[in-house]
């Protein structure tokens, strides 16, 4: 793999308390975020990327109750990832002056509604290393967006999570070689 710092971005999707605190969608994936070390995994990446100068781009799942679009905003009645709770908030200390953030997503896949495209060509993004809830949903159908759309995207493995190692495990080897864990993805940033 060919990499350009300044062509290269960490996309974030959903590192949000909806996830990382005390709750039900925390239940859903508690095992694996601990199991597999995924926030101290993601912290240690994101504070890499920093000090070389890569983008981090937070991709937020917010749903406005006002405003609903989408099935799932529509399904949860909008009492999930609520605009304005400290549930759809980013994880702390995952977020810092200077990131990037994506408006209007309102789907699974963070380019559906969102401005997520425009904030990657405007900034002469175009590898992409995807972190992120849950793995097989979200993660997944971002990185198949992403691909569609020609961007050079990978998954970083350990800075993932979803309900069980089984789903996490075959969107791995879905993804193949477009599957890389954090400690490599830093030794390649050199």
């Not at 994936?29 to 981090?56: P, Y």
Request: charged share 25%; net charge positive; proline share 3%.
């Amino acid at each position: 793999m060919k990499l350009s710092i300044s062509q290269s971005a960490l996309v974030l999707i959903e590192f949000q308390r909806q996830w990382t605190d005390p709750g039900l969608y925390h239940t859903l994936i508690r095992r694996q975020l601990a199991s597999r070390k995924v926030i101290d995994s993601t912290q240690r990446l994101v504070q890499d990327a920093r000090c070389r100068g890569m983008r981090v781009i937070h991709a937020p799942l917010v749903i406005d109750p006002k405003h609903k679009r989408g099935w799932l905003a529509h399904l949860t009645l909008g009492k999930v990832f609520t605009l304005g709770s400290p549930k759809s908030e980013i994880a702390s200390p995952l977020y810092e002056g200077g990131d990037l953030v994506v408006k209007g997503r309102y789907a699974f896949d963070s380019f559906i509604g969102s401005d997520l495209e425009e904030l990657l060509r405007s900034n002469g993004l175009s590898t992409l290393f995807m972190c992120g809830f849950t793995t097989d949903q979200c993660v997944a159908k971002t990185l198949r967006t992403a691909l569609l759309k020609g961007f050079d995207a990978y998954l970083v493995s350990d800075c993932t999570a979803t309900m069980n190692l089984f789903f996490q495990k075959r969107t791995e080897r879905e993804f193949g070689e477009r599957t890389l864990e954090s400690g490599k993805l830093m030794a390649l940033w050199g």
